[in-house]
């Protein structure tokens, strides 16, 4: 899988923040944006396969 360039505009105030949290973690702005959007996108996909697991079998406990 190759790699594409995402440009963003934010607020001089965000991005201050968001170098502080990269700093905190030992990464860099662009690695730790990258890292914060996988995760998301993981957490929304597993949410939806345990939606999905719910329907199948029913409520828990049925």
Do not use: K, W
């Not at 963003?8 to 030992?26: F, N, Q, Y």
């Not at 990464?27 to 199948?56: G, I, K, P």
């Amino acid at each position: 899988m190759g790699s594409t360039v995402l440009s963003l505009r934010i607020d001089g105030e965000l991005l201050d923040r968001v170098r502080l949290h990269a700093a905190r973690s030992g990464m860099s702005v662009q690695d730790y944006v990258v890292r914060t959007l996988v995760r998301e996108d993981f957490d929304a996909r597993f949410e939806a396969a345990v939606d999905e697991t719910a329907r199948f079998y029913g409520p828990r406990g049925a």
